[in-house]
């Protein structure tokens, strides 16, 4: 297959577009046909990223590149940025104010879900230094 | 399980997706946690939640959930009806509680997504995630 590369705008607190750009990534994935269990993962985890920029980020993308030996997508935002990533990556960690927990977010599940579902995950952050994720998955034919 | 037998034993009501009755779930999820969702092997299963908000559509898409039902009657709002529609996702209400249609589906045999194995639709429980 061609390789493809793709840019997608991420708003932050912008509710009604939320989750779409994941939605796209995940359609696209399955009309090139890769495996579902592959798609999943990979669309979860763009999920996952996009909502927090959405939530707790600034303006927002998330890049997708696809080839066929390995998919990529990388989510980066100009917010606030994580000021202790260790502690963010902790099951159940989150600042989630009482607005997104009534939205079924909040859980501190996003990140180490993540984690979980890449086959390589990498995160920059820092205190107003904005976010950037880093994952990728392998395609095993 | 036929989506039409869940709709049945929940005295369910259709509200996006009527064309897609003949789809089967594998098994079941009780959660208003949109994380959770993403958490476990929840592909081909059925939904039940008391969250009524669009984010809920997106996230059991993202999720691969077969159809979403809402429990204790409730209405979704048209922006989620709108967006069912769209994604292709059933979307239907019942008047039980999450206890008792998560307790109906079980004793017909639909079980959790503890030991499921993603995409296989086999159901074994007491596996854990
Ligand atoms: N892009 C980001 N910018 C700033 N802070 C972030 C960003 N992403 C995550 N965080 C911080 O890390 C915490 C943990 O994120 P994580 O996704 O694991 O959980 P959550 O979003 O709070 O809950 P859930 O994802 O389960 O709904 C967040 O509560 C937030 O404080
Ligand atoms: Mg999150």
Redesign the interface.
């Given at each position: 297959m061609q390789s493809l590369t793709k840019t997608f705008r991420v708003q932050p607190r912008d509710?009604v577009k939320?989750?779409?750009a994941?939605?796209k990534i995940?359609r696209l994935l399955k009309d090139i046909g890769f495996d579902?269990?592959l798609i999943?993962r990979v669309?979860?985890c763009a999920?996952?990223s996009e909502m927090n920029v959405v939530m707790y980020g600034g303006e927002g993308k998330i890049l997708l590149e696809v080839s066929a030996e390995k998919i990529s997508v990388i989510t980066d935002d100009d917010g606030p940025g994580i000021e202790d990533i260790e502690k963010a990556l902790q099951e159940g960690y989150s600042t989630a104010p009482p607005e997104y927990r009534e939205?079924?977010?909040g859980?501190?599940?996003?990140l180490p879900?993540i984690k979980k579902n890449a086959d390589l995950f990498e995160i920059r952050s820092g205190k107003g230094d904005g976010t950037t994720l880093v994952m990728s998955f392998e395609v095993r034919q | 399980m036929k989506l039409s037998e869940v709709k049945e034993i929940l005295k369910a009501e259709v509200v996006a997706g009527e064309e897609h009755l003949g789809r089967t779930v594998v098994a079941g999820v009780g959660s208003d946690l949109m994380s959770d969702l993403l958490t476990g092997p929840t592909a081909d299963a059925v939904l039940l939640t008391g969250l009524n908000n669009v984010q809920v559509v997106k996230t059991a898409v993202v999720a691969g959930i077969g159809a979403v039902i809402l429990v204790r009657g409730k209405r979704p709002a048209p922006d989620m009806v709108r967006h069912a529609k769209e994604q292709q996702l059933p979307l239907l209400t019942t008047p039980f509680t999450m206890f008792s249609a998560c307790g109906r589906l079980f004793e017909k045999g639909l079980r959790g997504v503890e030991k499921k194995a993603v995409g296989t639709g086999e159901v074994k429980e007491g596996l854990g995630r």
């Open positions: 509710f939320a989750g779409e994941s939605l995940q579902p269990t999943r669309a979860v999920y996952e939205m079924g977010f859980a501190g599940m996003g879900n | -």
